[in-house]
Every structure is written in C-alpha cells, then in structure tokens.
C-alpha cells in the first residue's frame, strides 16, 4: 500500500537553531515529491517540488533533498516565522498522498 | 500573484442534504483537484479532473461525489445525501500545464454536518 510517514509530528526550536523534517515513502512510479507549509486556517502553501533521487532544491532558509525512499527539509537559523505545520505528499501515477505533517514552533 | 478562490469559507448544512462546493482555480492552469481533511488528519486527495472530464479519482470519491466544471472560471464539488463522517475542511488546488506540477491551494471550505 502506498504510504507516507513524516517525522516528527512536532518540532520545537529555538530561534537559530538548525534541524531536519523527514518524510518517508513507499510508492511506486513516484513521479514527484512535495513539501508544503500550512498555517493554522489556510490551505497549503506550495515550497518545494522534487522529481528524482539526488535532487536538491534551496529557497532561504529551507533546503529540500531526495532520495529513493525520504526527502528531507533542512531549516537553516530558522525564525518564529517559520513556525506552521510542514507538509510532504507524493504522487504515484495520477494518485497524491499527503503526511500528516511536522508541526514547527519556533521560539524567539 | 494569482490565487484559488473558494467559496463558501465555511458551510453549515443537514444530514441528508446536498451541498456544493465552489472554486475559482488560477486563470491559465489545467488542472484542477479536490482534496479534502478531516480535524486532526491528513489530507486527502479525492479527485483530479483534466479538460472537461475527471483523470483520477480516489476510493473516497463514490457515487455521493461529482464534479464539475460548469464555465470557464468555476470548478465545483457536489455531495449528495451528506453524512455526518463528510464533515471536514475541503479544499480545491490548481496547476499548470502538467499533473506532476506544483499545486496551488485555497485556503478550503469548511463543511459541518448536522
């Protein structure tokens, strides 16, 4: 069955303190990976998109990498701005599948 | 910058009733998706629909659901005889010109069953 896991459900950091979201997944004919960030009330808020193993992408202080099996999204010196919930989904075929999302607080 | 429009913010209906569901997608995007979450749980992709007909559809997408793209600018969800479990924020994306492309998000409708 097609699943994703993302970890951990919630992140507490310090202003400046640097840390990794993971997202895991087991699909098949991934034709891409993305990451979202929701704040509470919204709809997701696209970041990143990722299509192969290996590929990186930047944009401030995030950083989204890929390989065959997890993404993971580096936040750099993160700021209380920073704090909403992340969220990875991939898509199989014609098929989306979303985690259930990192929640961030980051404390100034 | 260009955005997905939803409509009602939040809609308040009976058990058994039907309810629509409206989006106004990005202008010069193609494809359009219904998602919807459940409080507390993920999101859940339930249909995508591409020139004038649905692409893929997920198991929740039963004979309750349809689709529809009634003019140029507007893509709606219909829900038929609507339960109690169909309570959930429900939310419309758009992208551009190929399915693997990012997908923009409204910010939902929120639906309470009665």
């Known amino acids: 069955e097609d699943q994703v896991t993302q970890s951990p459900e919630a992140l507490r950091l310090q202003e400046g303190e640097s840390s990794s979201l993971n997202c895991s997944y087991t699909?098949?004919?991934?034709?891409?990976l993305f990451w979202y960030r929701q704040d509470p009330g919204k709809g997701p808020e696209f970041l990143f998109t990722?299509?192969?193993a290996g590929e990186e992408k930047e944009k401030e202080r995030l950083k989204a990498t890929l390989t065959k099996k997890e993404s993971f999204l580096h936040i750099t010196a993160p700021k209380p701005e920073d704090s909403a919930t992340y969220l990875c989904?991939?898509?199989?075929?014609?098929?989306?599948?979303f985690g259930t999302g990192t929640s961030l607080t980051v404390i100034p | 910058e260009p955005e997905v429009t939803q409509t009602p913010s939040h809609q308040v209906t009976q058990m058994g009733q039907e309810v629509i569901l409206r989006c106004v997608p990005i202008?010069?995007?193609?494809?359009f998706y219904w998602y919807r979450q459940i409080l507390g749980q993920k999101v859940e992709f339930l249909v995508s629909f591409y020139n004038n007909e649905i692409s893929e559809k997920s198991e929740i997408f039963d004979d309750q659901f349809s689709v529809e793209r009634p003019d140029g600018s507007n893509f709606t969800l219909k829900i038929r005889s609507t339960k109690l479990e169909d309570s959930a924020m429900y939310f419309c994306a758009s992208s551009d010109k190929y399915s693997n492309q990012p997908q923009h998000f409204g910010d939902g409708t929120r639906l309470s069953i009665l």
């Open positions: 989904a991939v898509q199989a075929g014609n098929q989306f599948y």
């Open positions: 990722l299509y192969s």
């Open positions: 699909v098949s004919g991934l034709r891409g």
């Open positions: 202008s010069n995007h193609l494809y």
